[in-house]
């Protein structure tokens, strides 16, 4: 599986930004997608996950309220809304893939590039 994540920039703070994860192979359907970041000295951590039917889906405590994640399998897309951004939300967000469904960055398998998001004050 081979994962192309999109949709960063520059954004004031209390605005919005949509990230893509765009994954292809004939099984990219069959993953749990998750997002992860890491901002500027500091490690890389966890963001969200979504099952493969959806269903379930998680978030780490700093973004939840304000992040939504989603996917069109059909598309094999995945999706991350971020709203009521805040300058610490500054960083670059991966996406991943896993055959498994959780938290811990160990369980995914497959990485996107990266896509820079910066929340000025």
């Known amino acids: 599986v081979q994962l192309q994540a999109s949709g960063g920039g520059l954004v004031q703070a209390g605005g919005s930004l949509r990230l893509s994860c765009a994954a292809s192979?004939?099984?990219?359907?069959?993953?749990?997608m998750g997002w992860f970041r890491q901002a500027p000295g500091k490690e890389r951590e966890f963001v969200s996950v979504?099952?493969?039917?959806?269903?379930?889906?998680n978030y780490a405590d700093s973004v939840k309220d304000r992040f939504t994640i989603s996917r069109d399998n059909a598309k094999g897309t995945a999706f991350l809304q971020m709203n009521s951004l805040k300058p610490e939300d500054t960083a670059v967000y991966y996406c991943?893939?896993?055959?498994?469904?959780?938290?811990?960055?160990?369980?995914?398998?497959?990485w996107g590039q990266g896509t820079l998001v910066t929340v000025s004050s």
């Open positions: 979504i099952s493969v039917s959806g269903i379930n889906t």
């Open positions: 991943a893939a896993s055959t498994n469904y959780g938290r811990s960055q160990a369980i995914f398998r497959y």
């Open positions: 192979g004939r099984t990219a359907s069959s993953y749990s």
